[in-house]
């Protein structure tokens, strides 16, 4: 079973830049379907980009043309690359790793890395 866990989060101002890095262990990454997800507080946890095993990207609407998720499978990592960013961008962000082995679905989350934007 692979491990997750986050890292880059932090204050930026509104306009700035992060770039999120998820590190994984146990198990080789680019066997899973890989997702950004954030919550901000009392809020659900929604899907922000992923990327599938093959490469195939998505990104929610509020976050397109600004944030870039990616993987490099000889690192065993993914990441996330949010530039001009807004105060609606605060939240917790989470990494999940999918993948699904005949009937088995295996599903991990990281602990997330907290990502504030400020005016």
């Known amino acids: 079973q692979v491990q997750l866990v986050e890292s880059g989060g932090g204050l930026v101002q509104a306009g700035g830049s992060l770039r999120l890095s998820c590190a994984a262990s146990?198990?080789?990454?680019?066997?899973?379907?890989i997702g950004w997800f954030r919550q901000a507080p009392g809020k659900q946890r929604d899907l922000v980009a992923s990327?599938?095993?093959?490469?195939?990207?998505t990104y929610a609407d509020s976050v397109k043309g600004r944030f870039t998720i990616s993987r490099d499978n000889a690192k065993n990592t993914a990441s996330l690359q949010m530039n001009s960013l807004k105060p609606e961008d605060t939240a917790v962000y989470f990494c999940?790793?999918?993948?699904?082995?005949?009937?088995?679905?295996?599903?991990?989350w990281g602990q997330g890395t907290q990502v504030t934007v400020f005016l």
């Open positions: 999940h790793a999918h993948r699904l082995l005949g009937t088995t679905s295996y599903d991990q």
């Open positions: 990327i599938s095993s093959a490469g195939t990207i």
């Open positions: 146990g198990s080789t990454l680019s066997m899973y379907f």
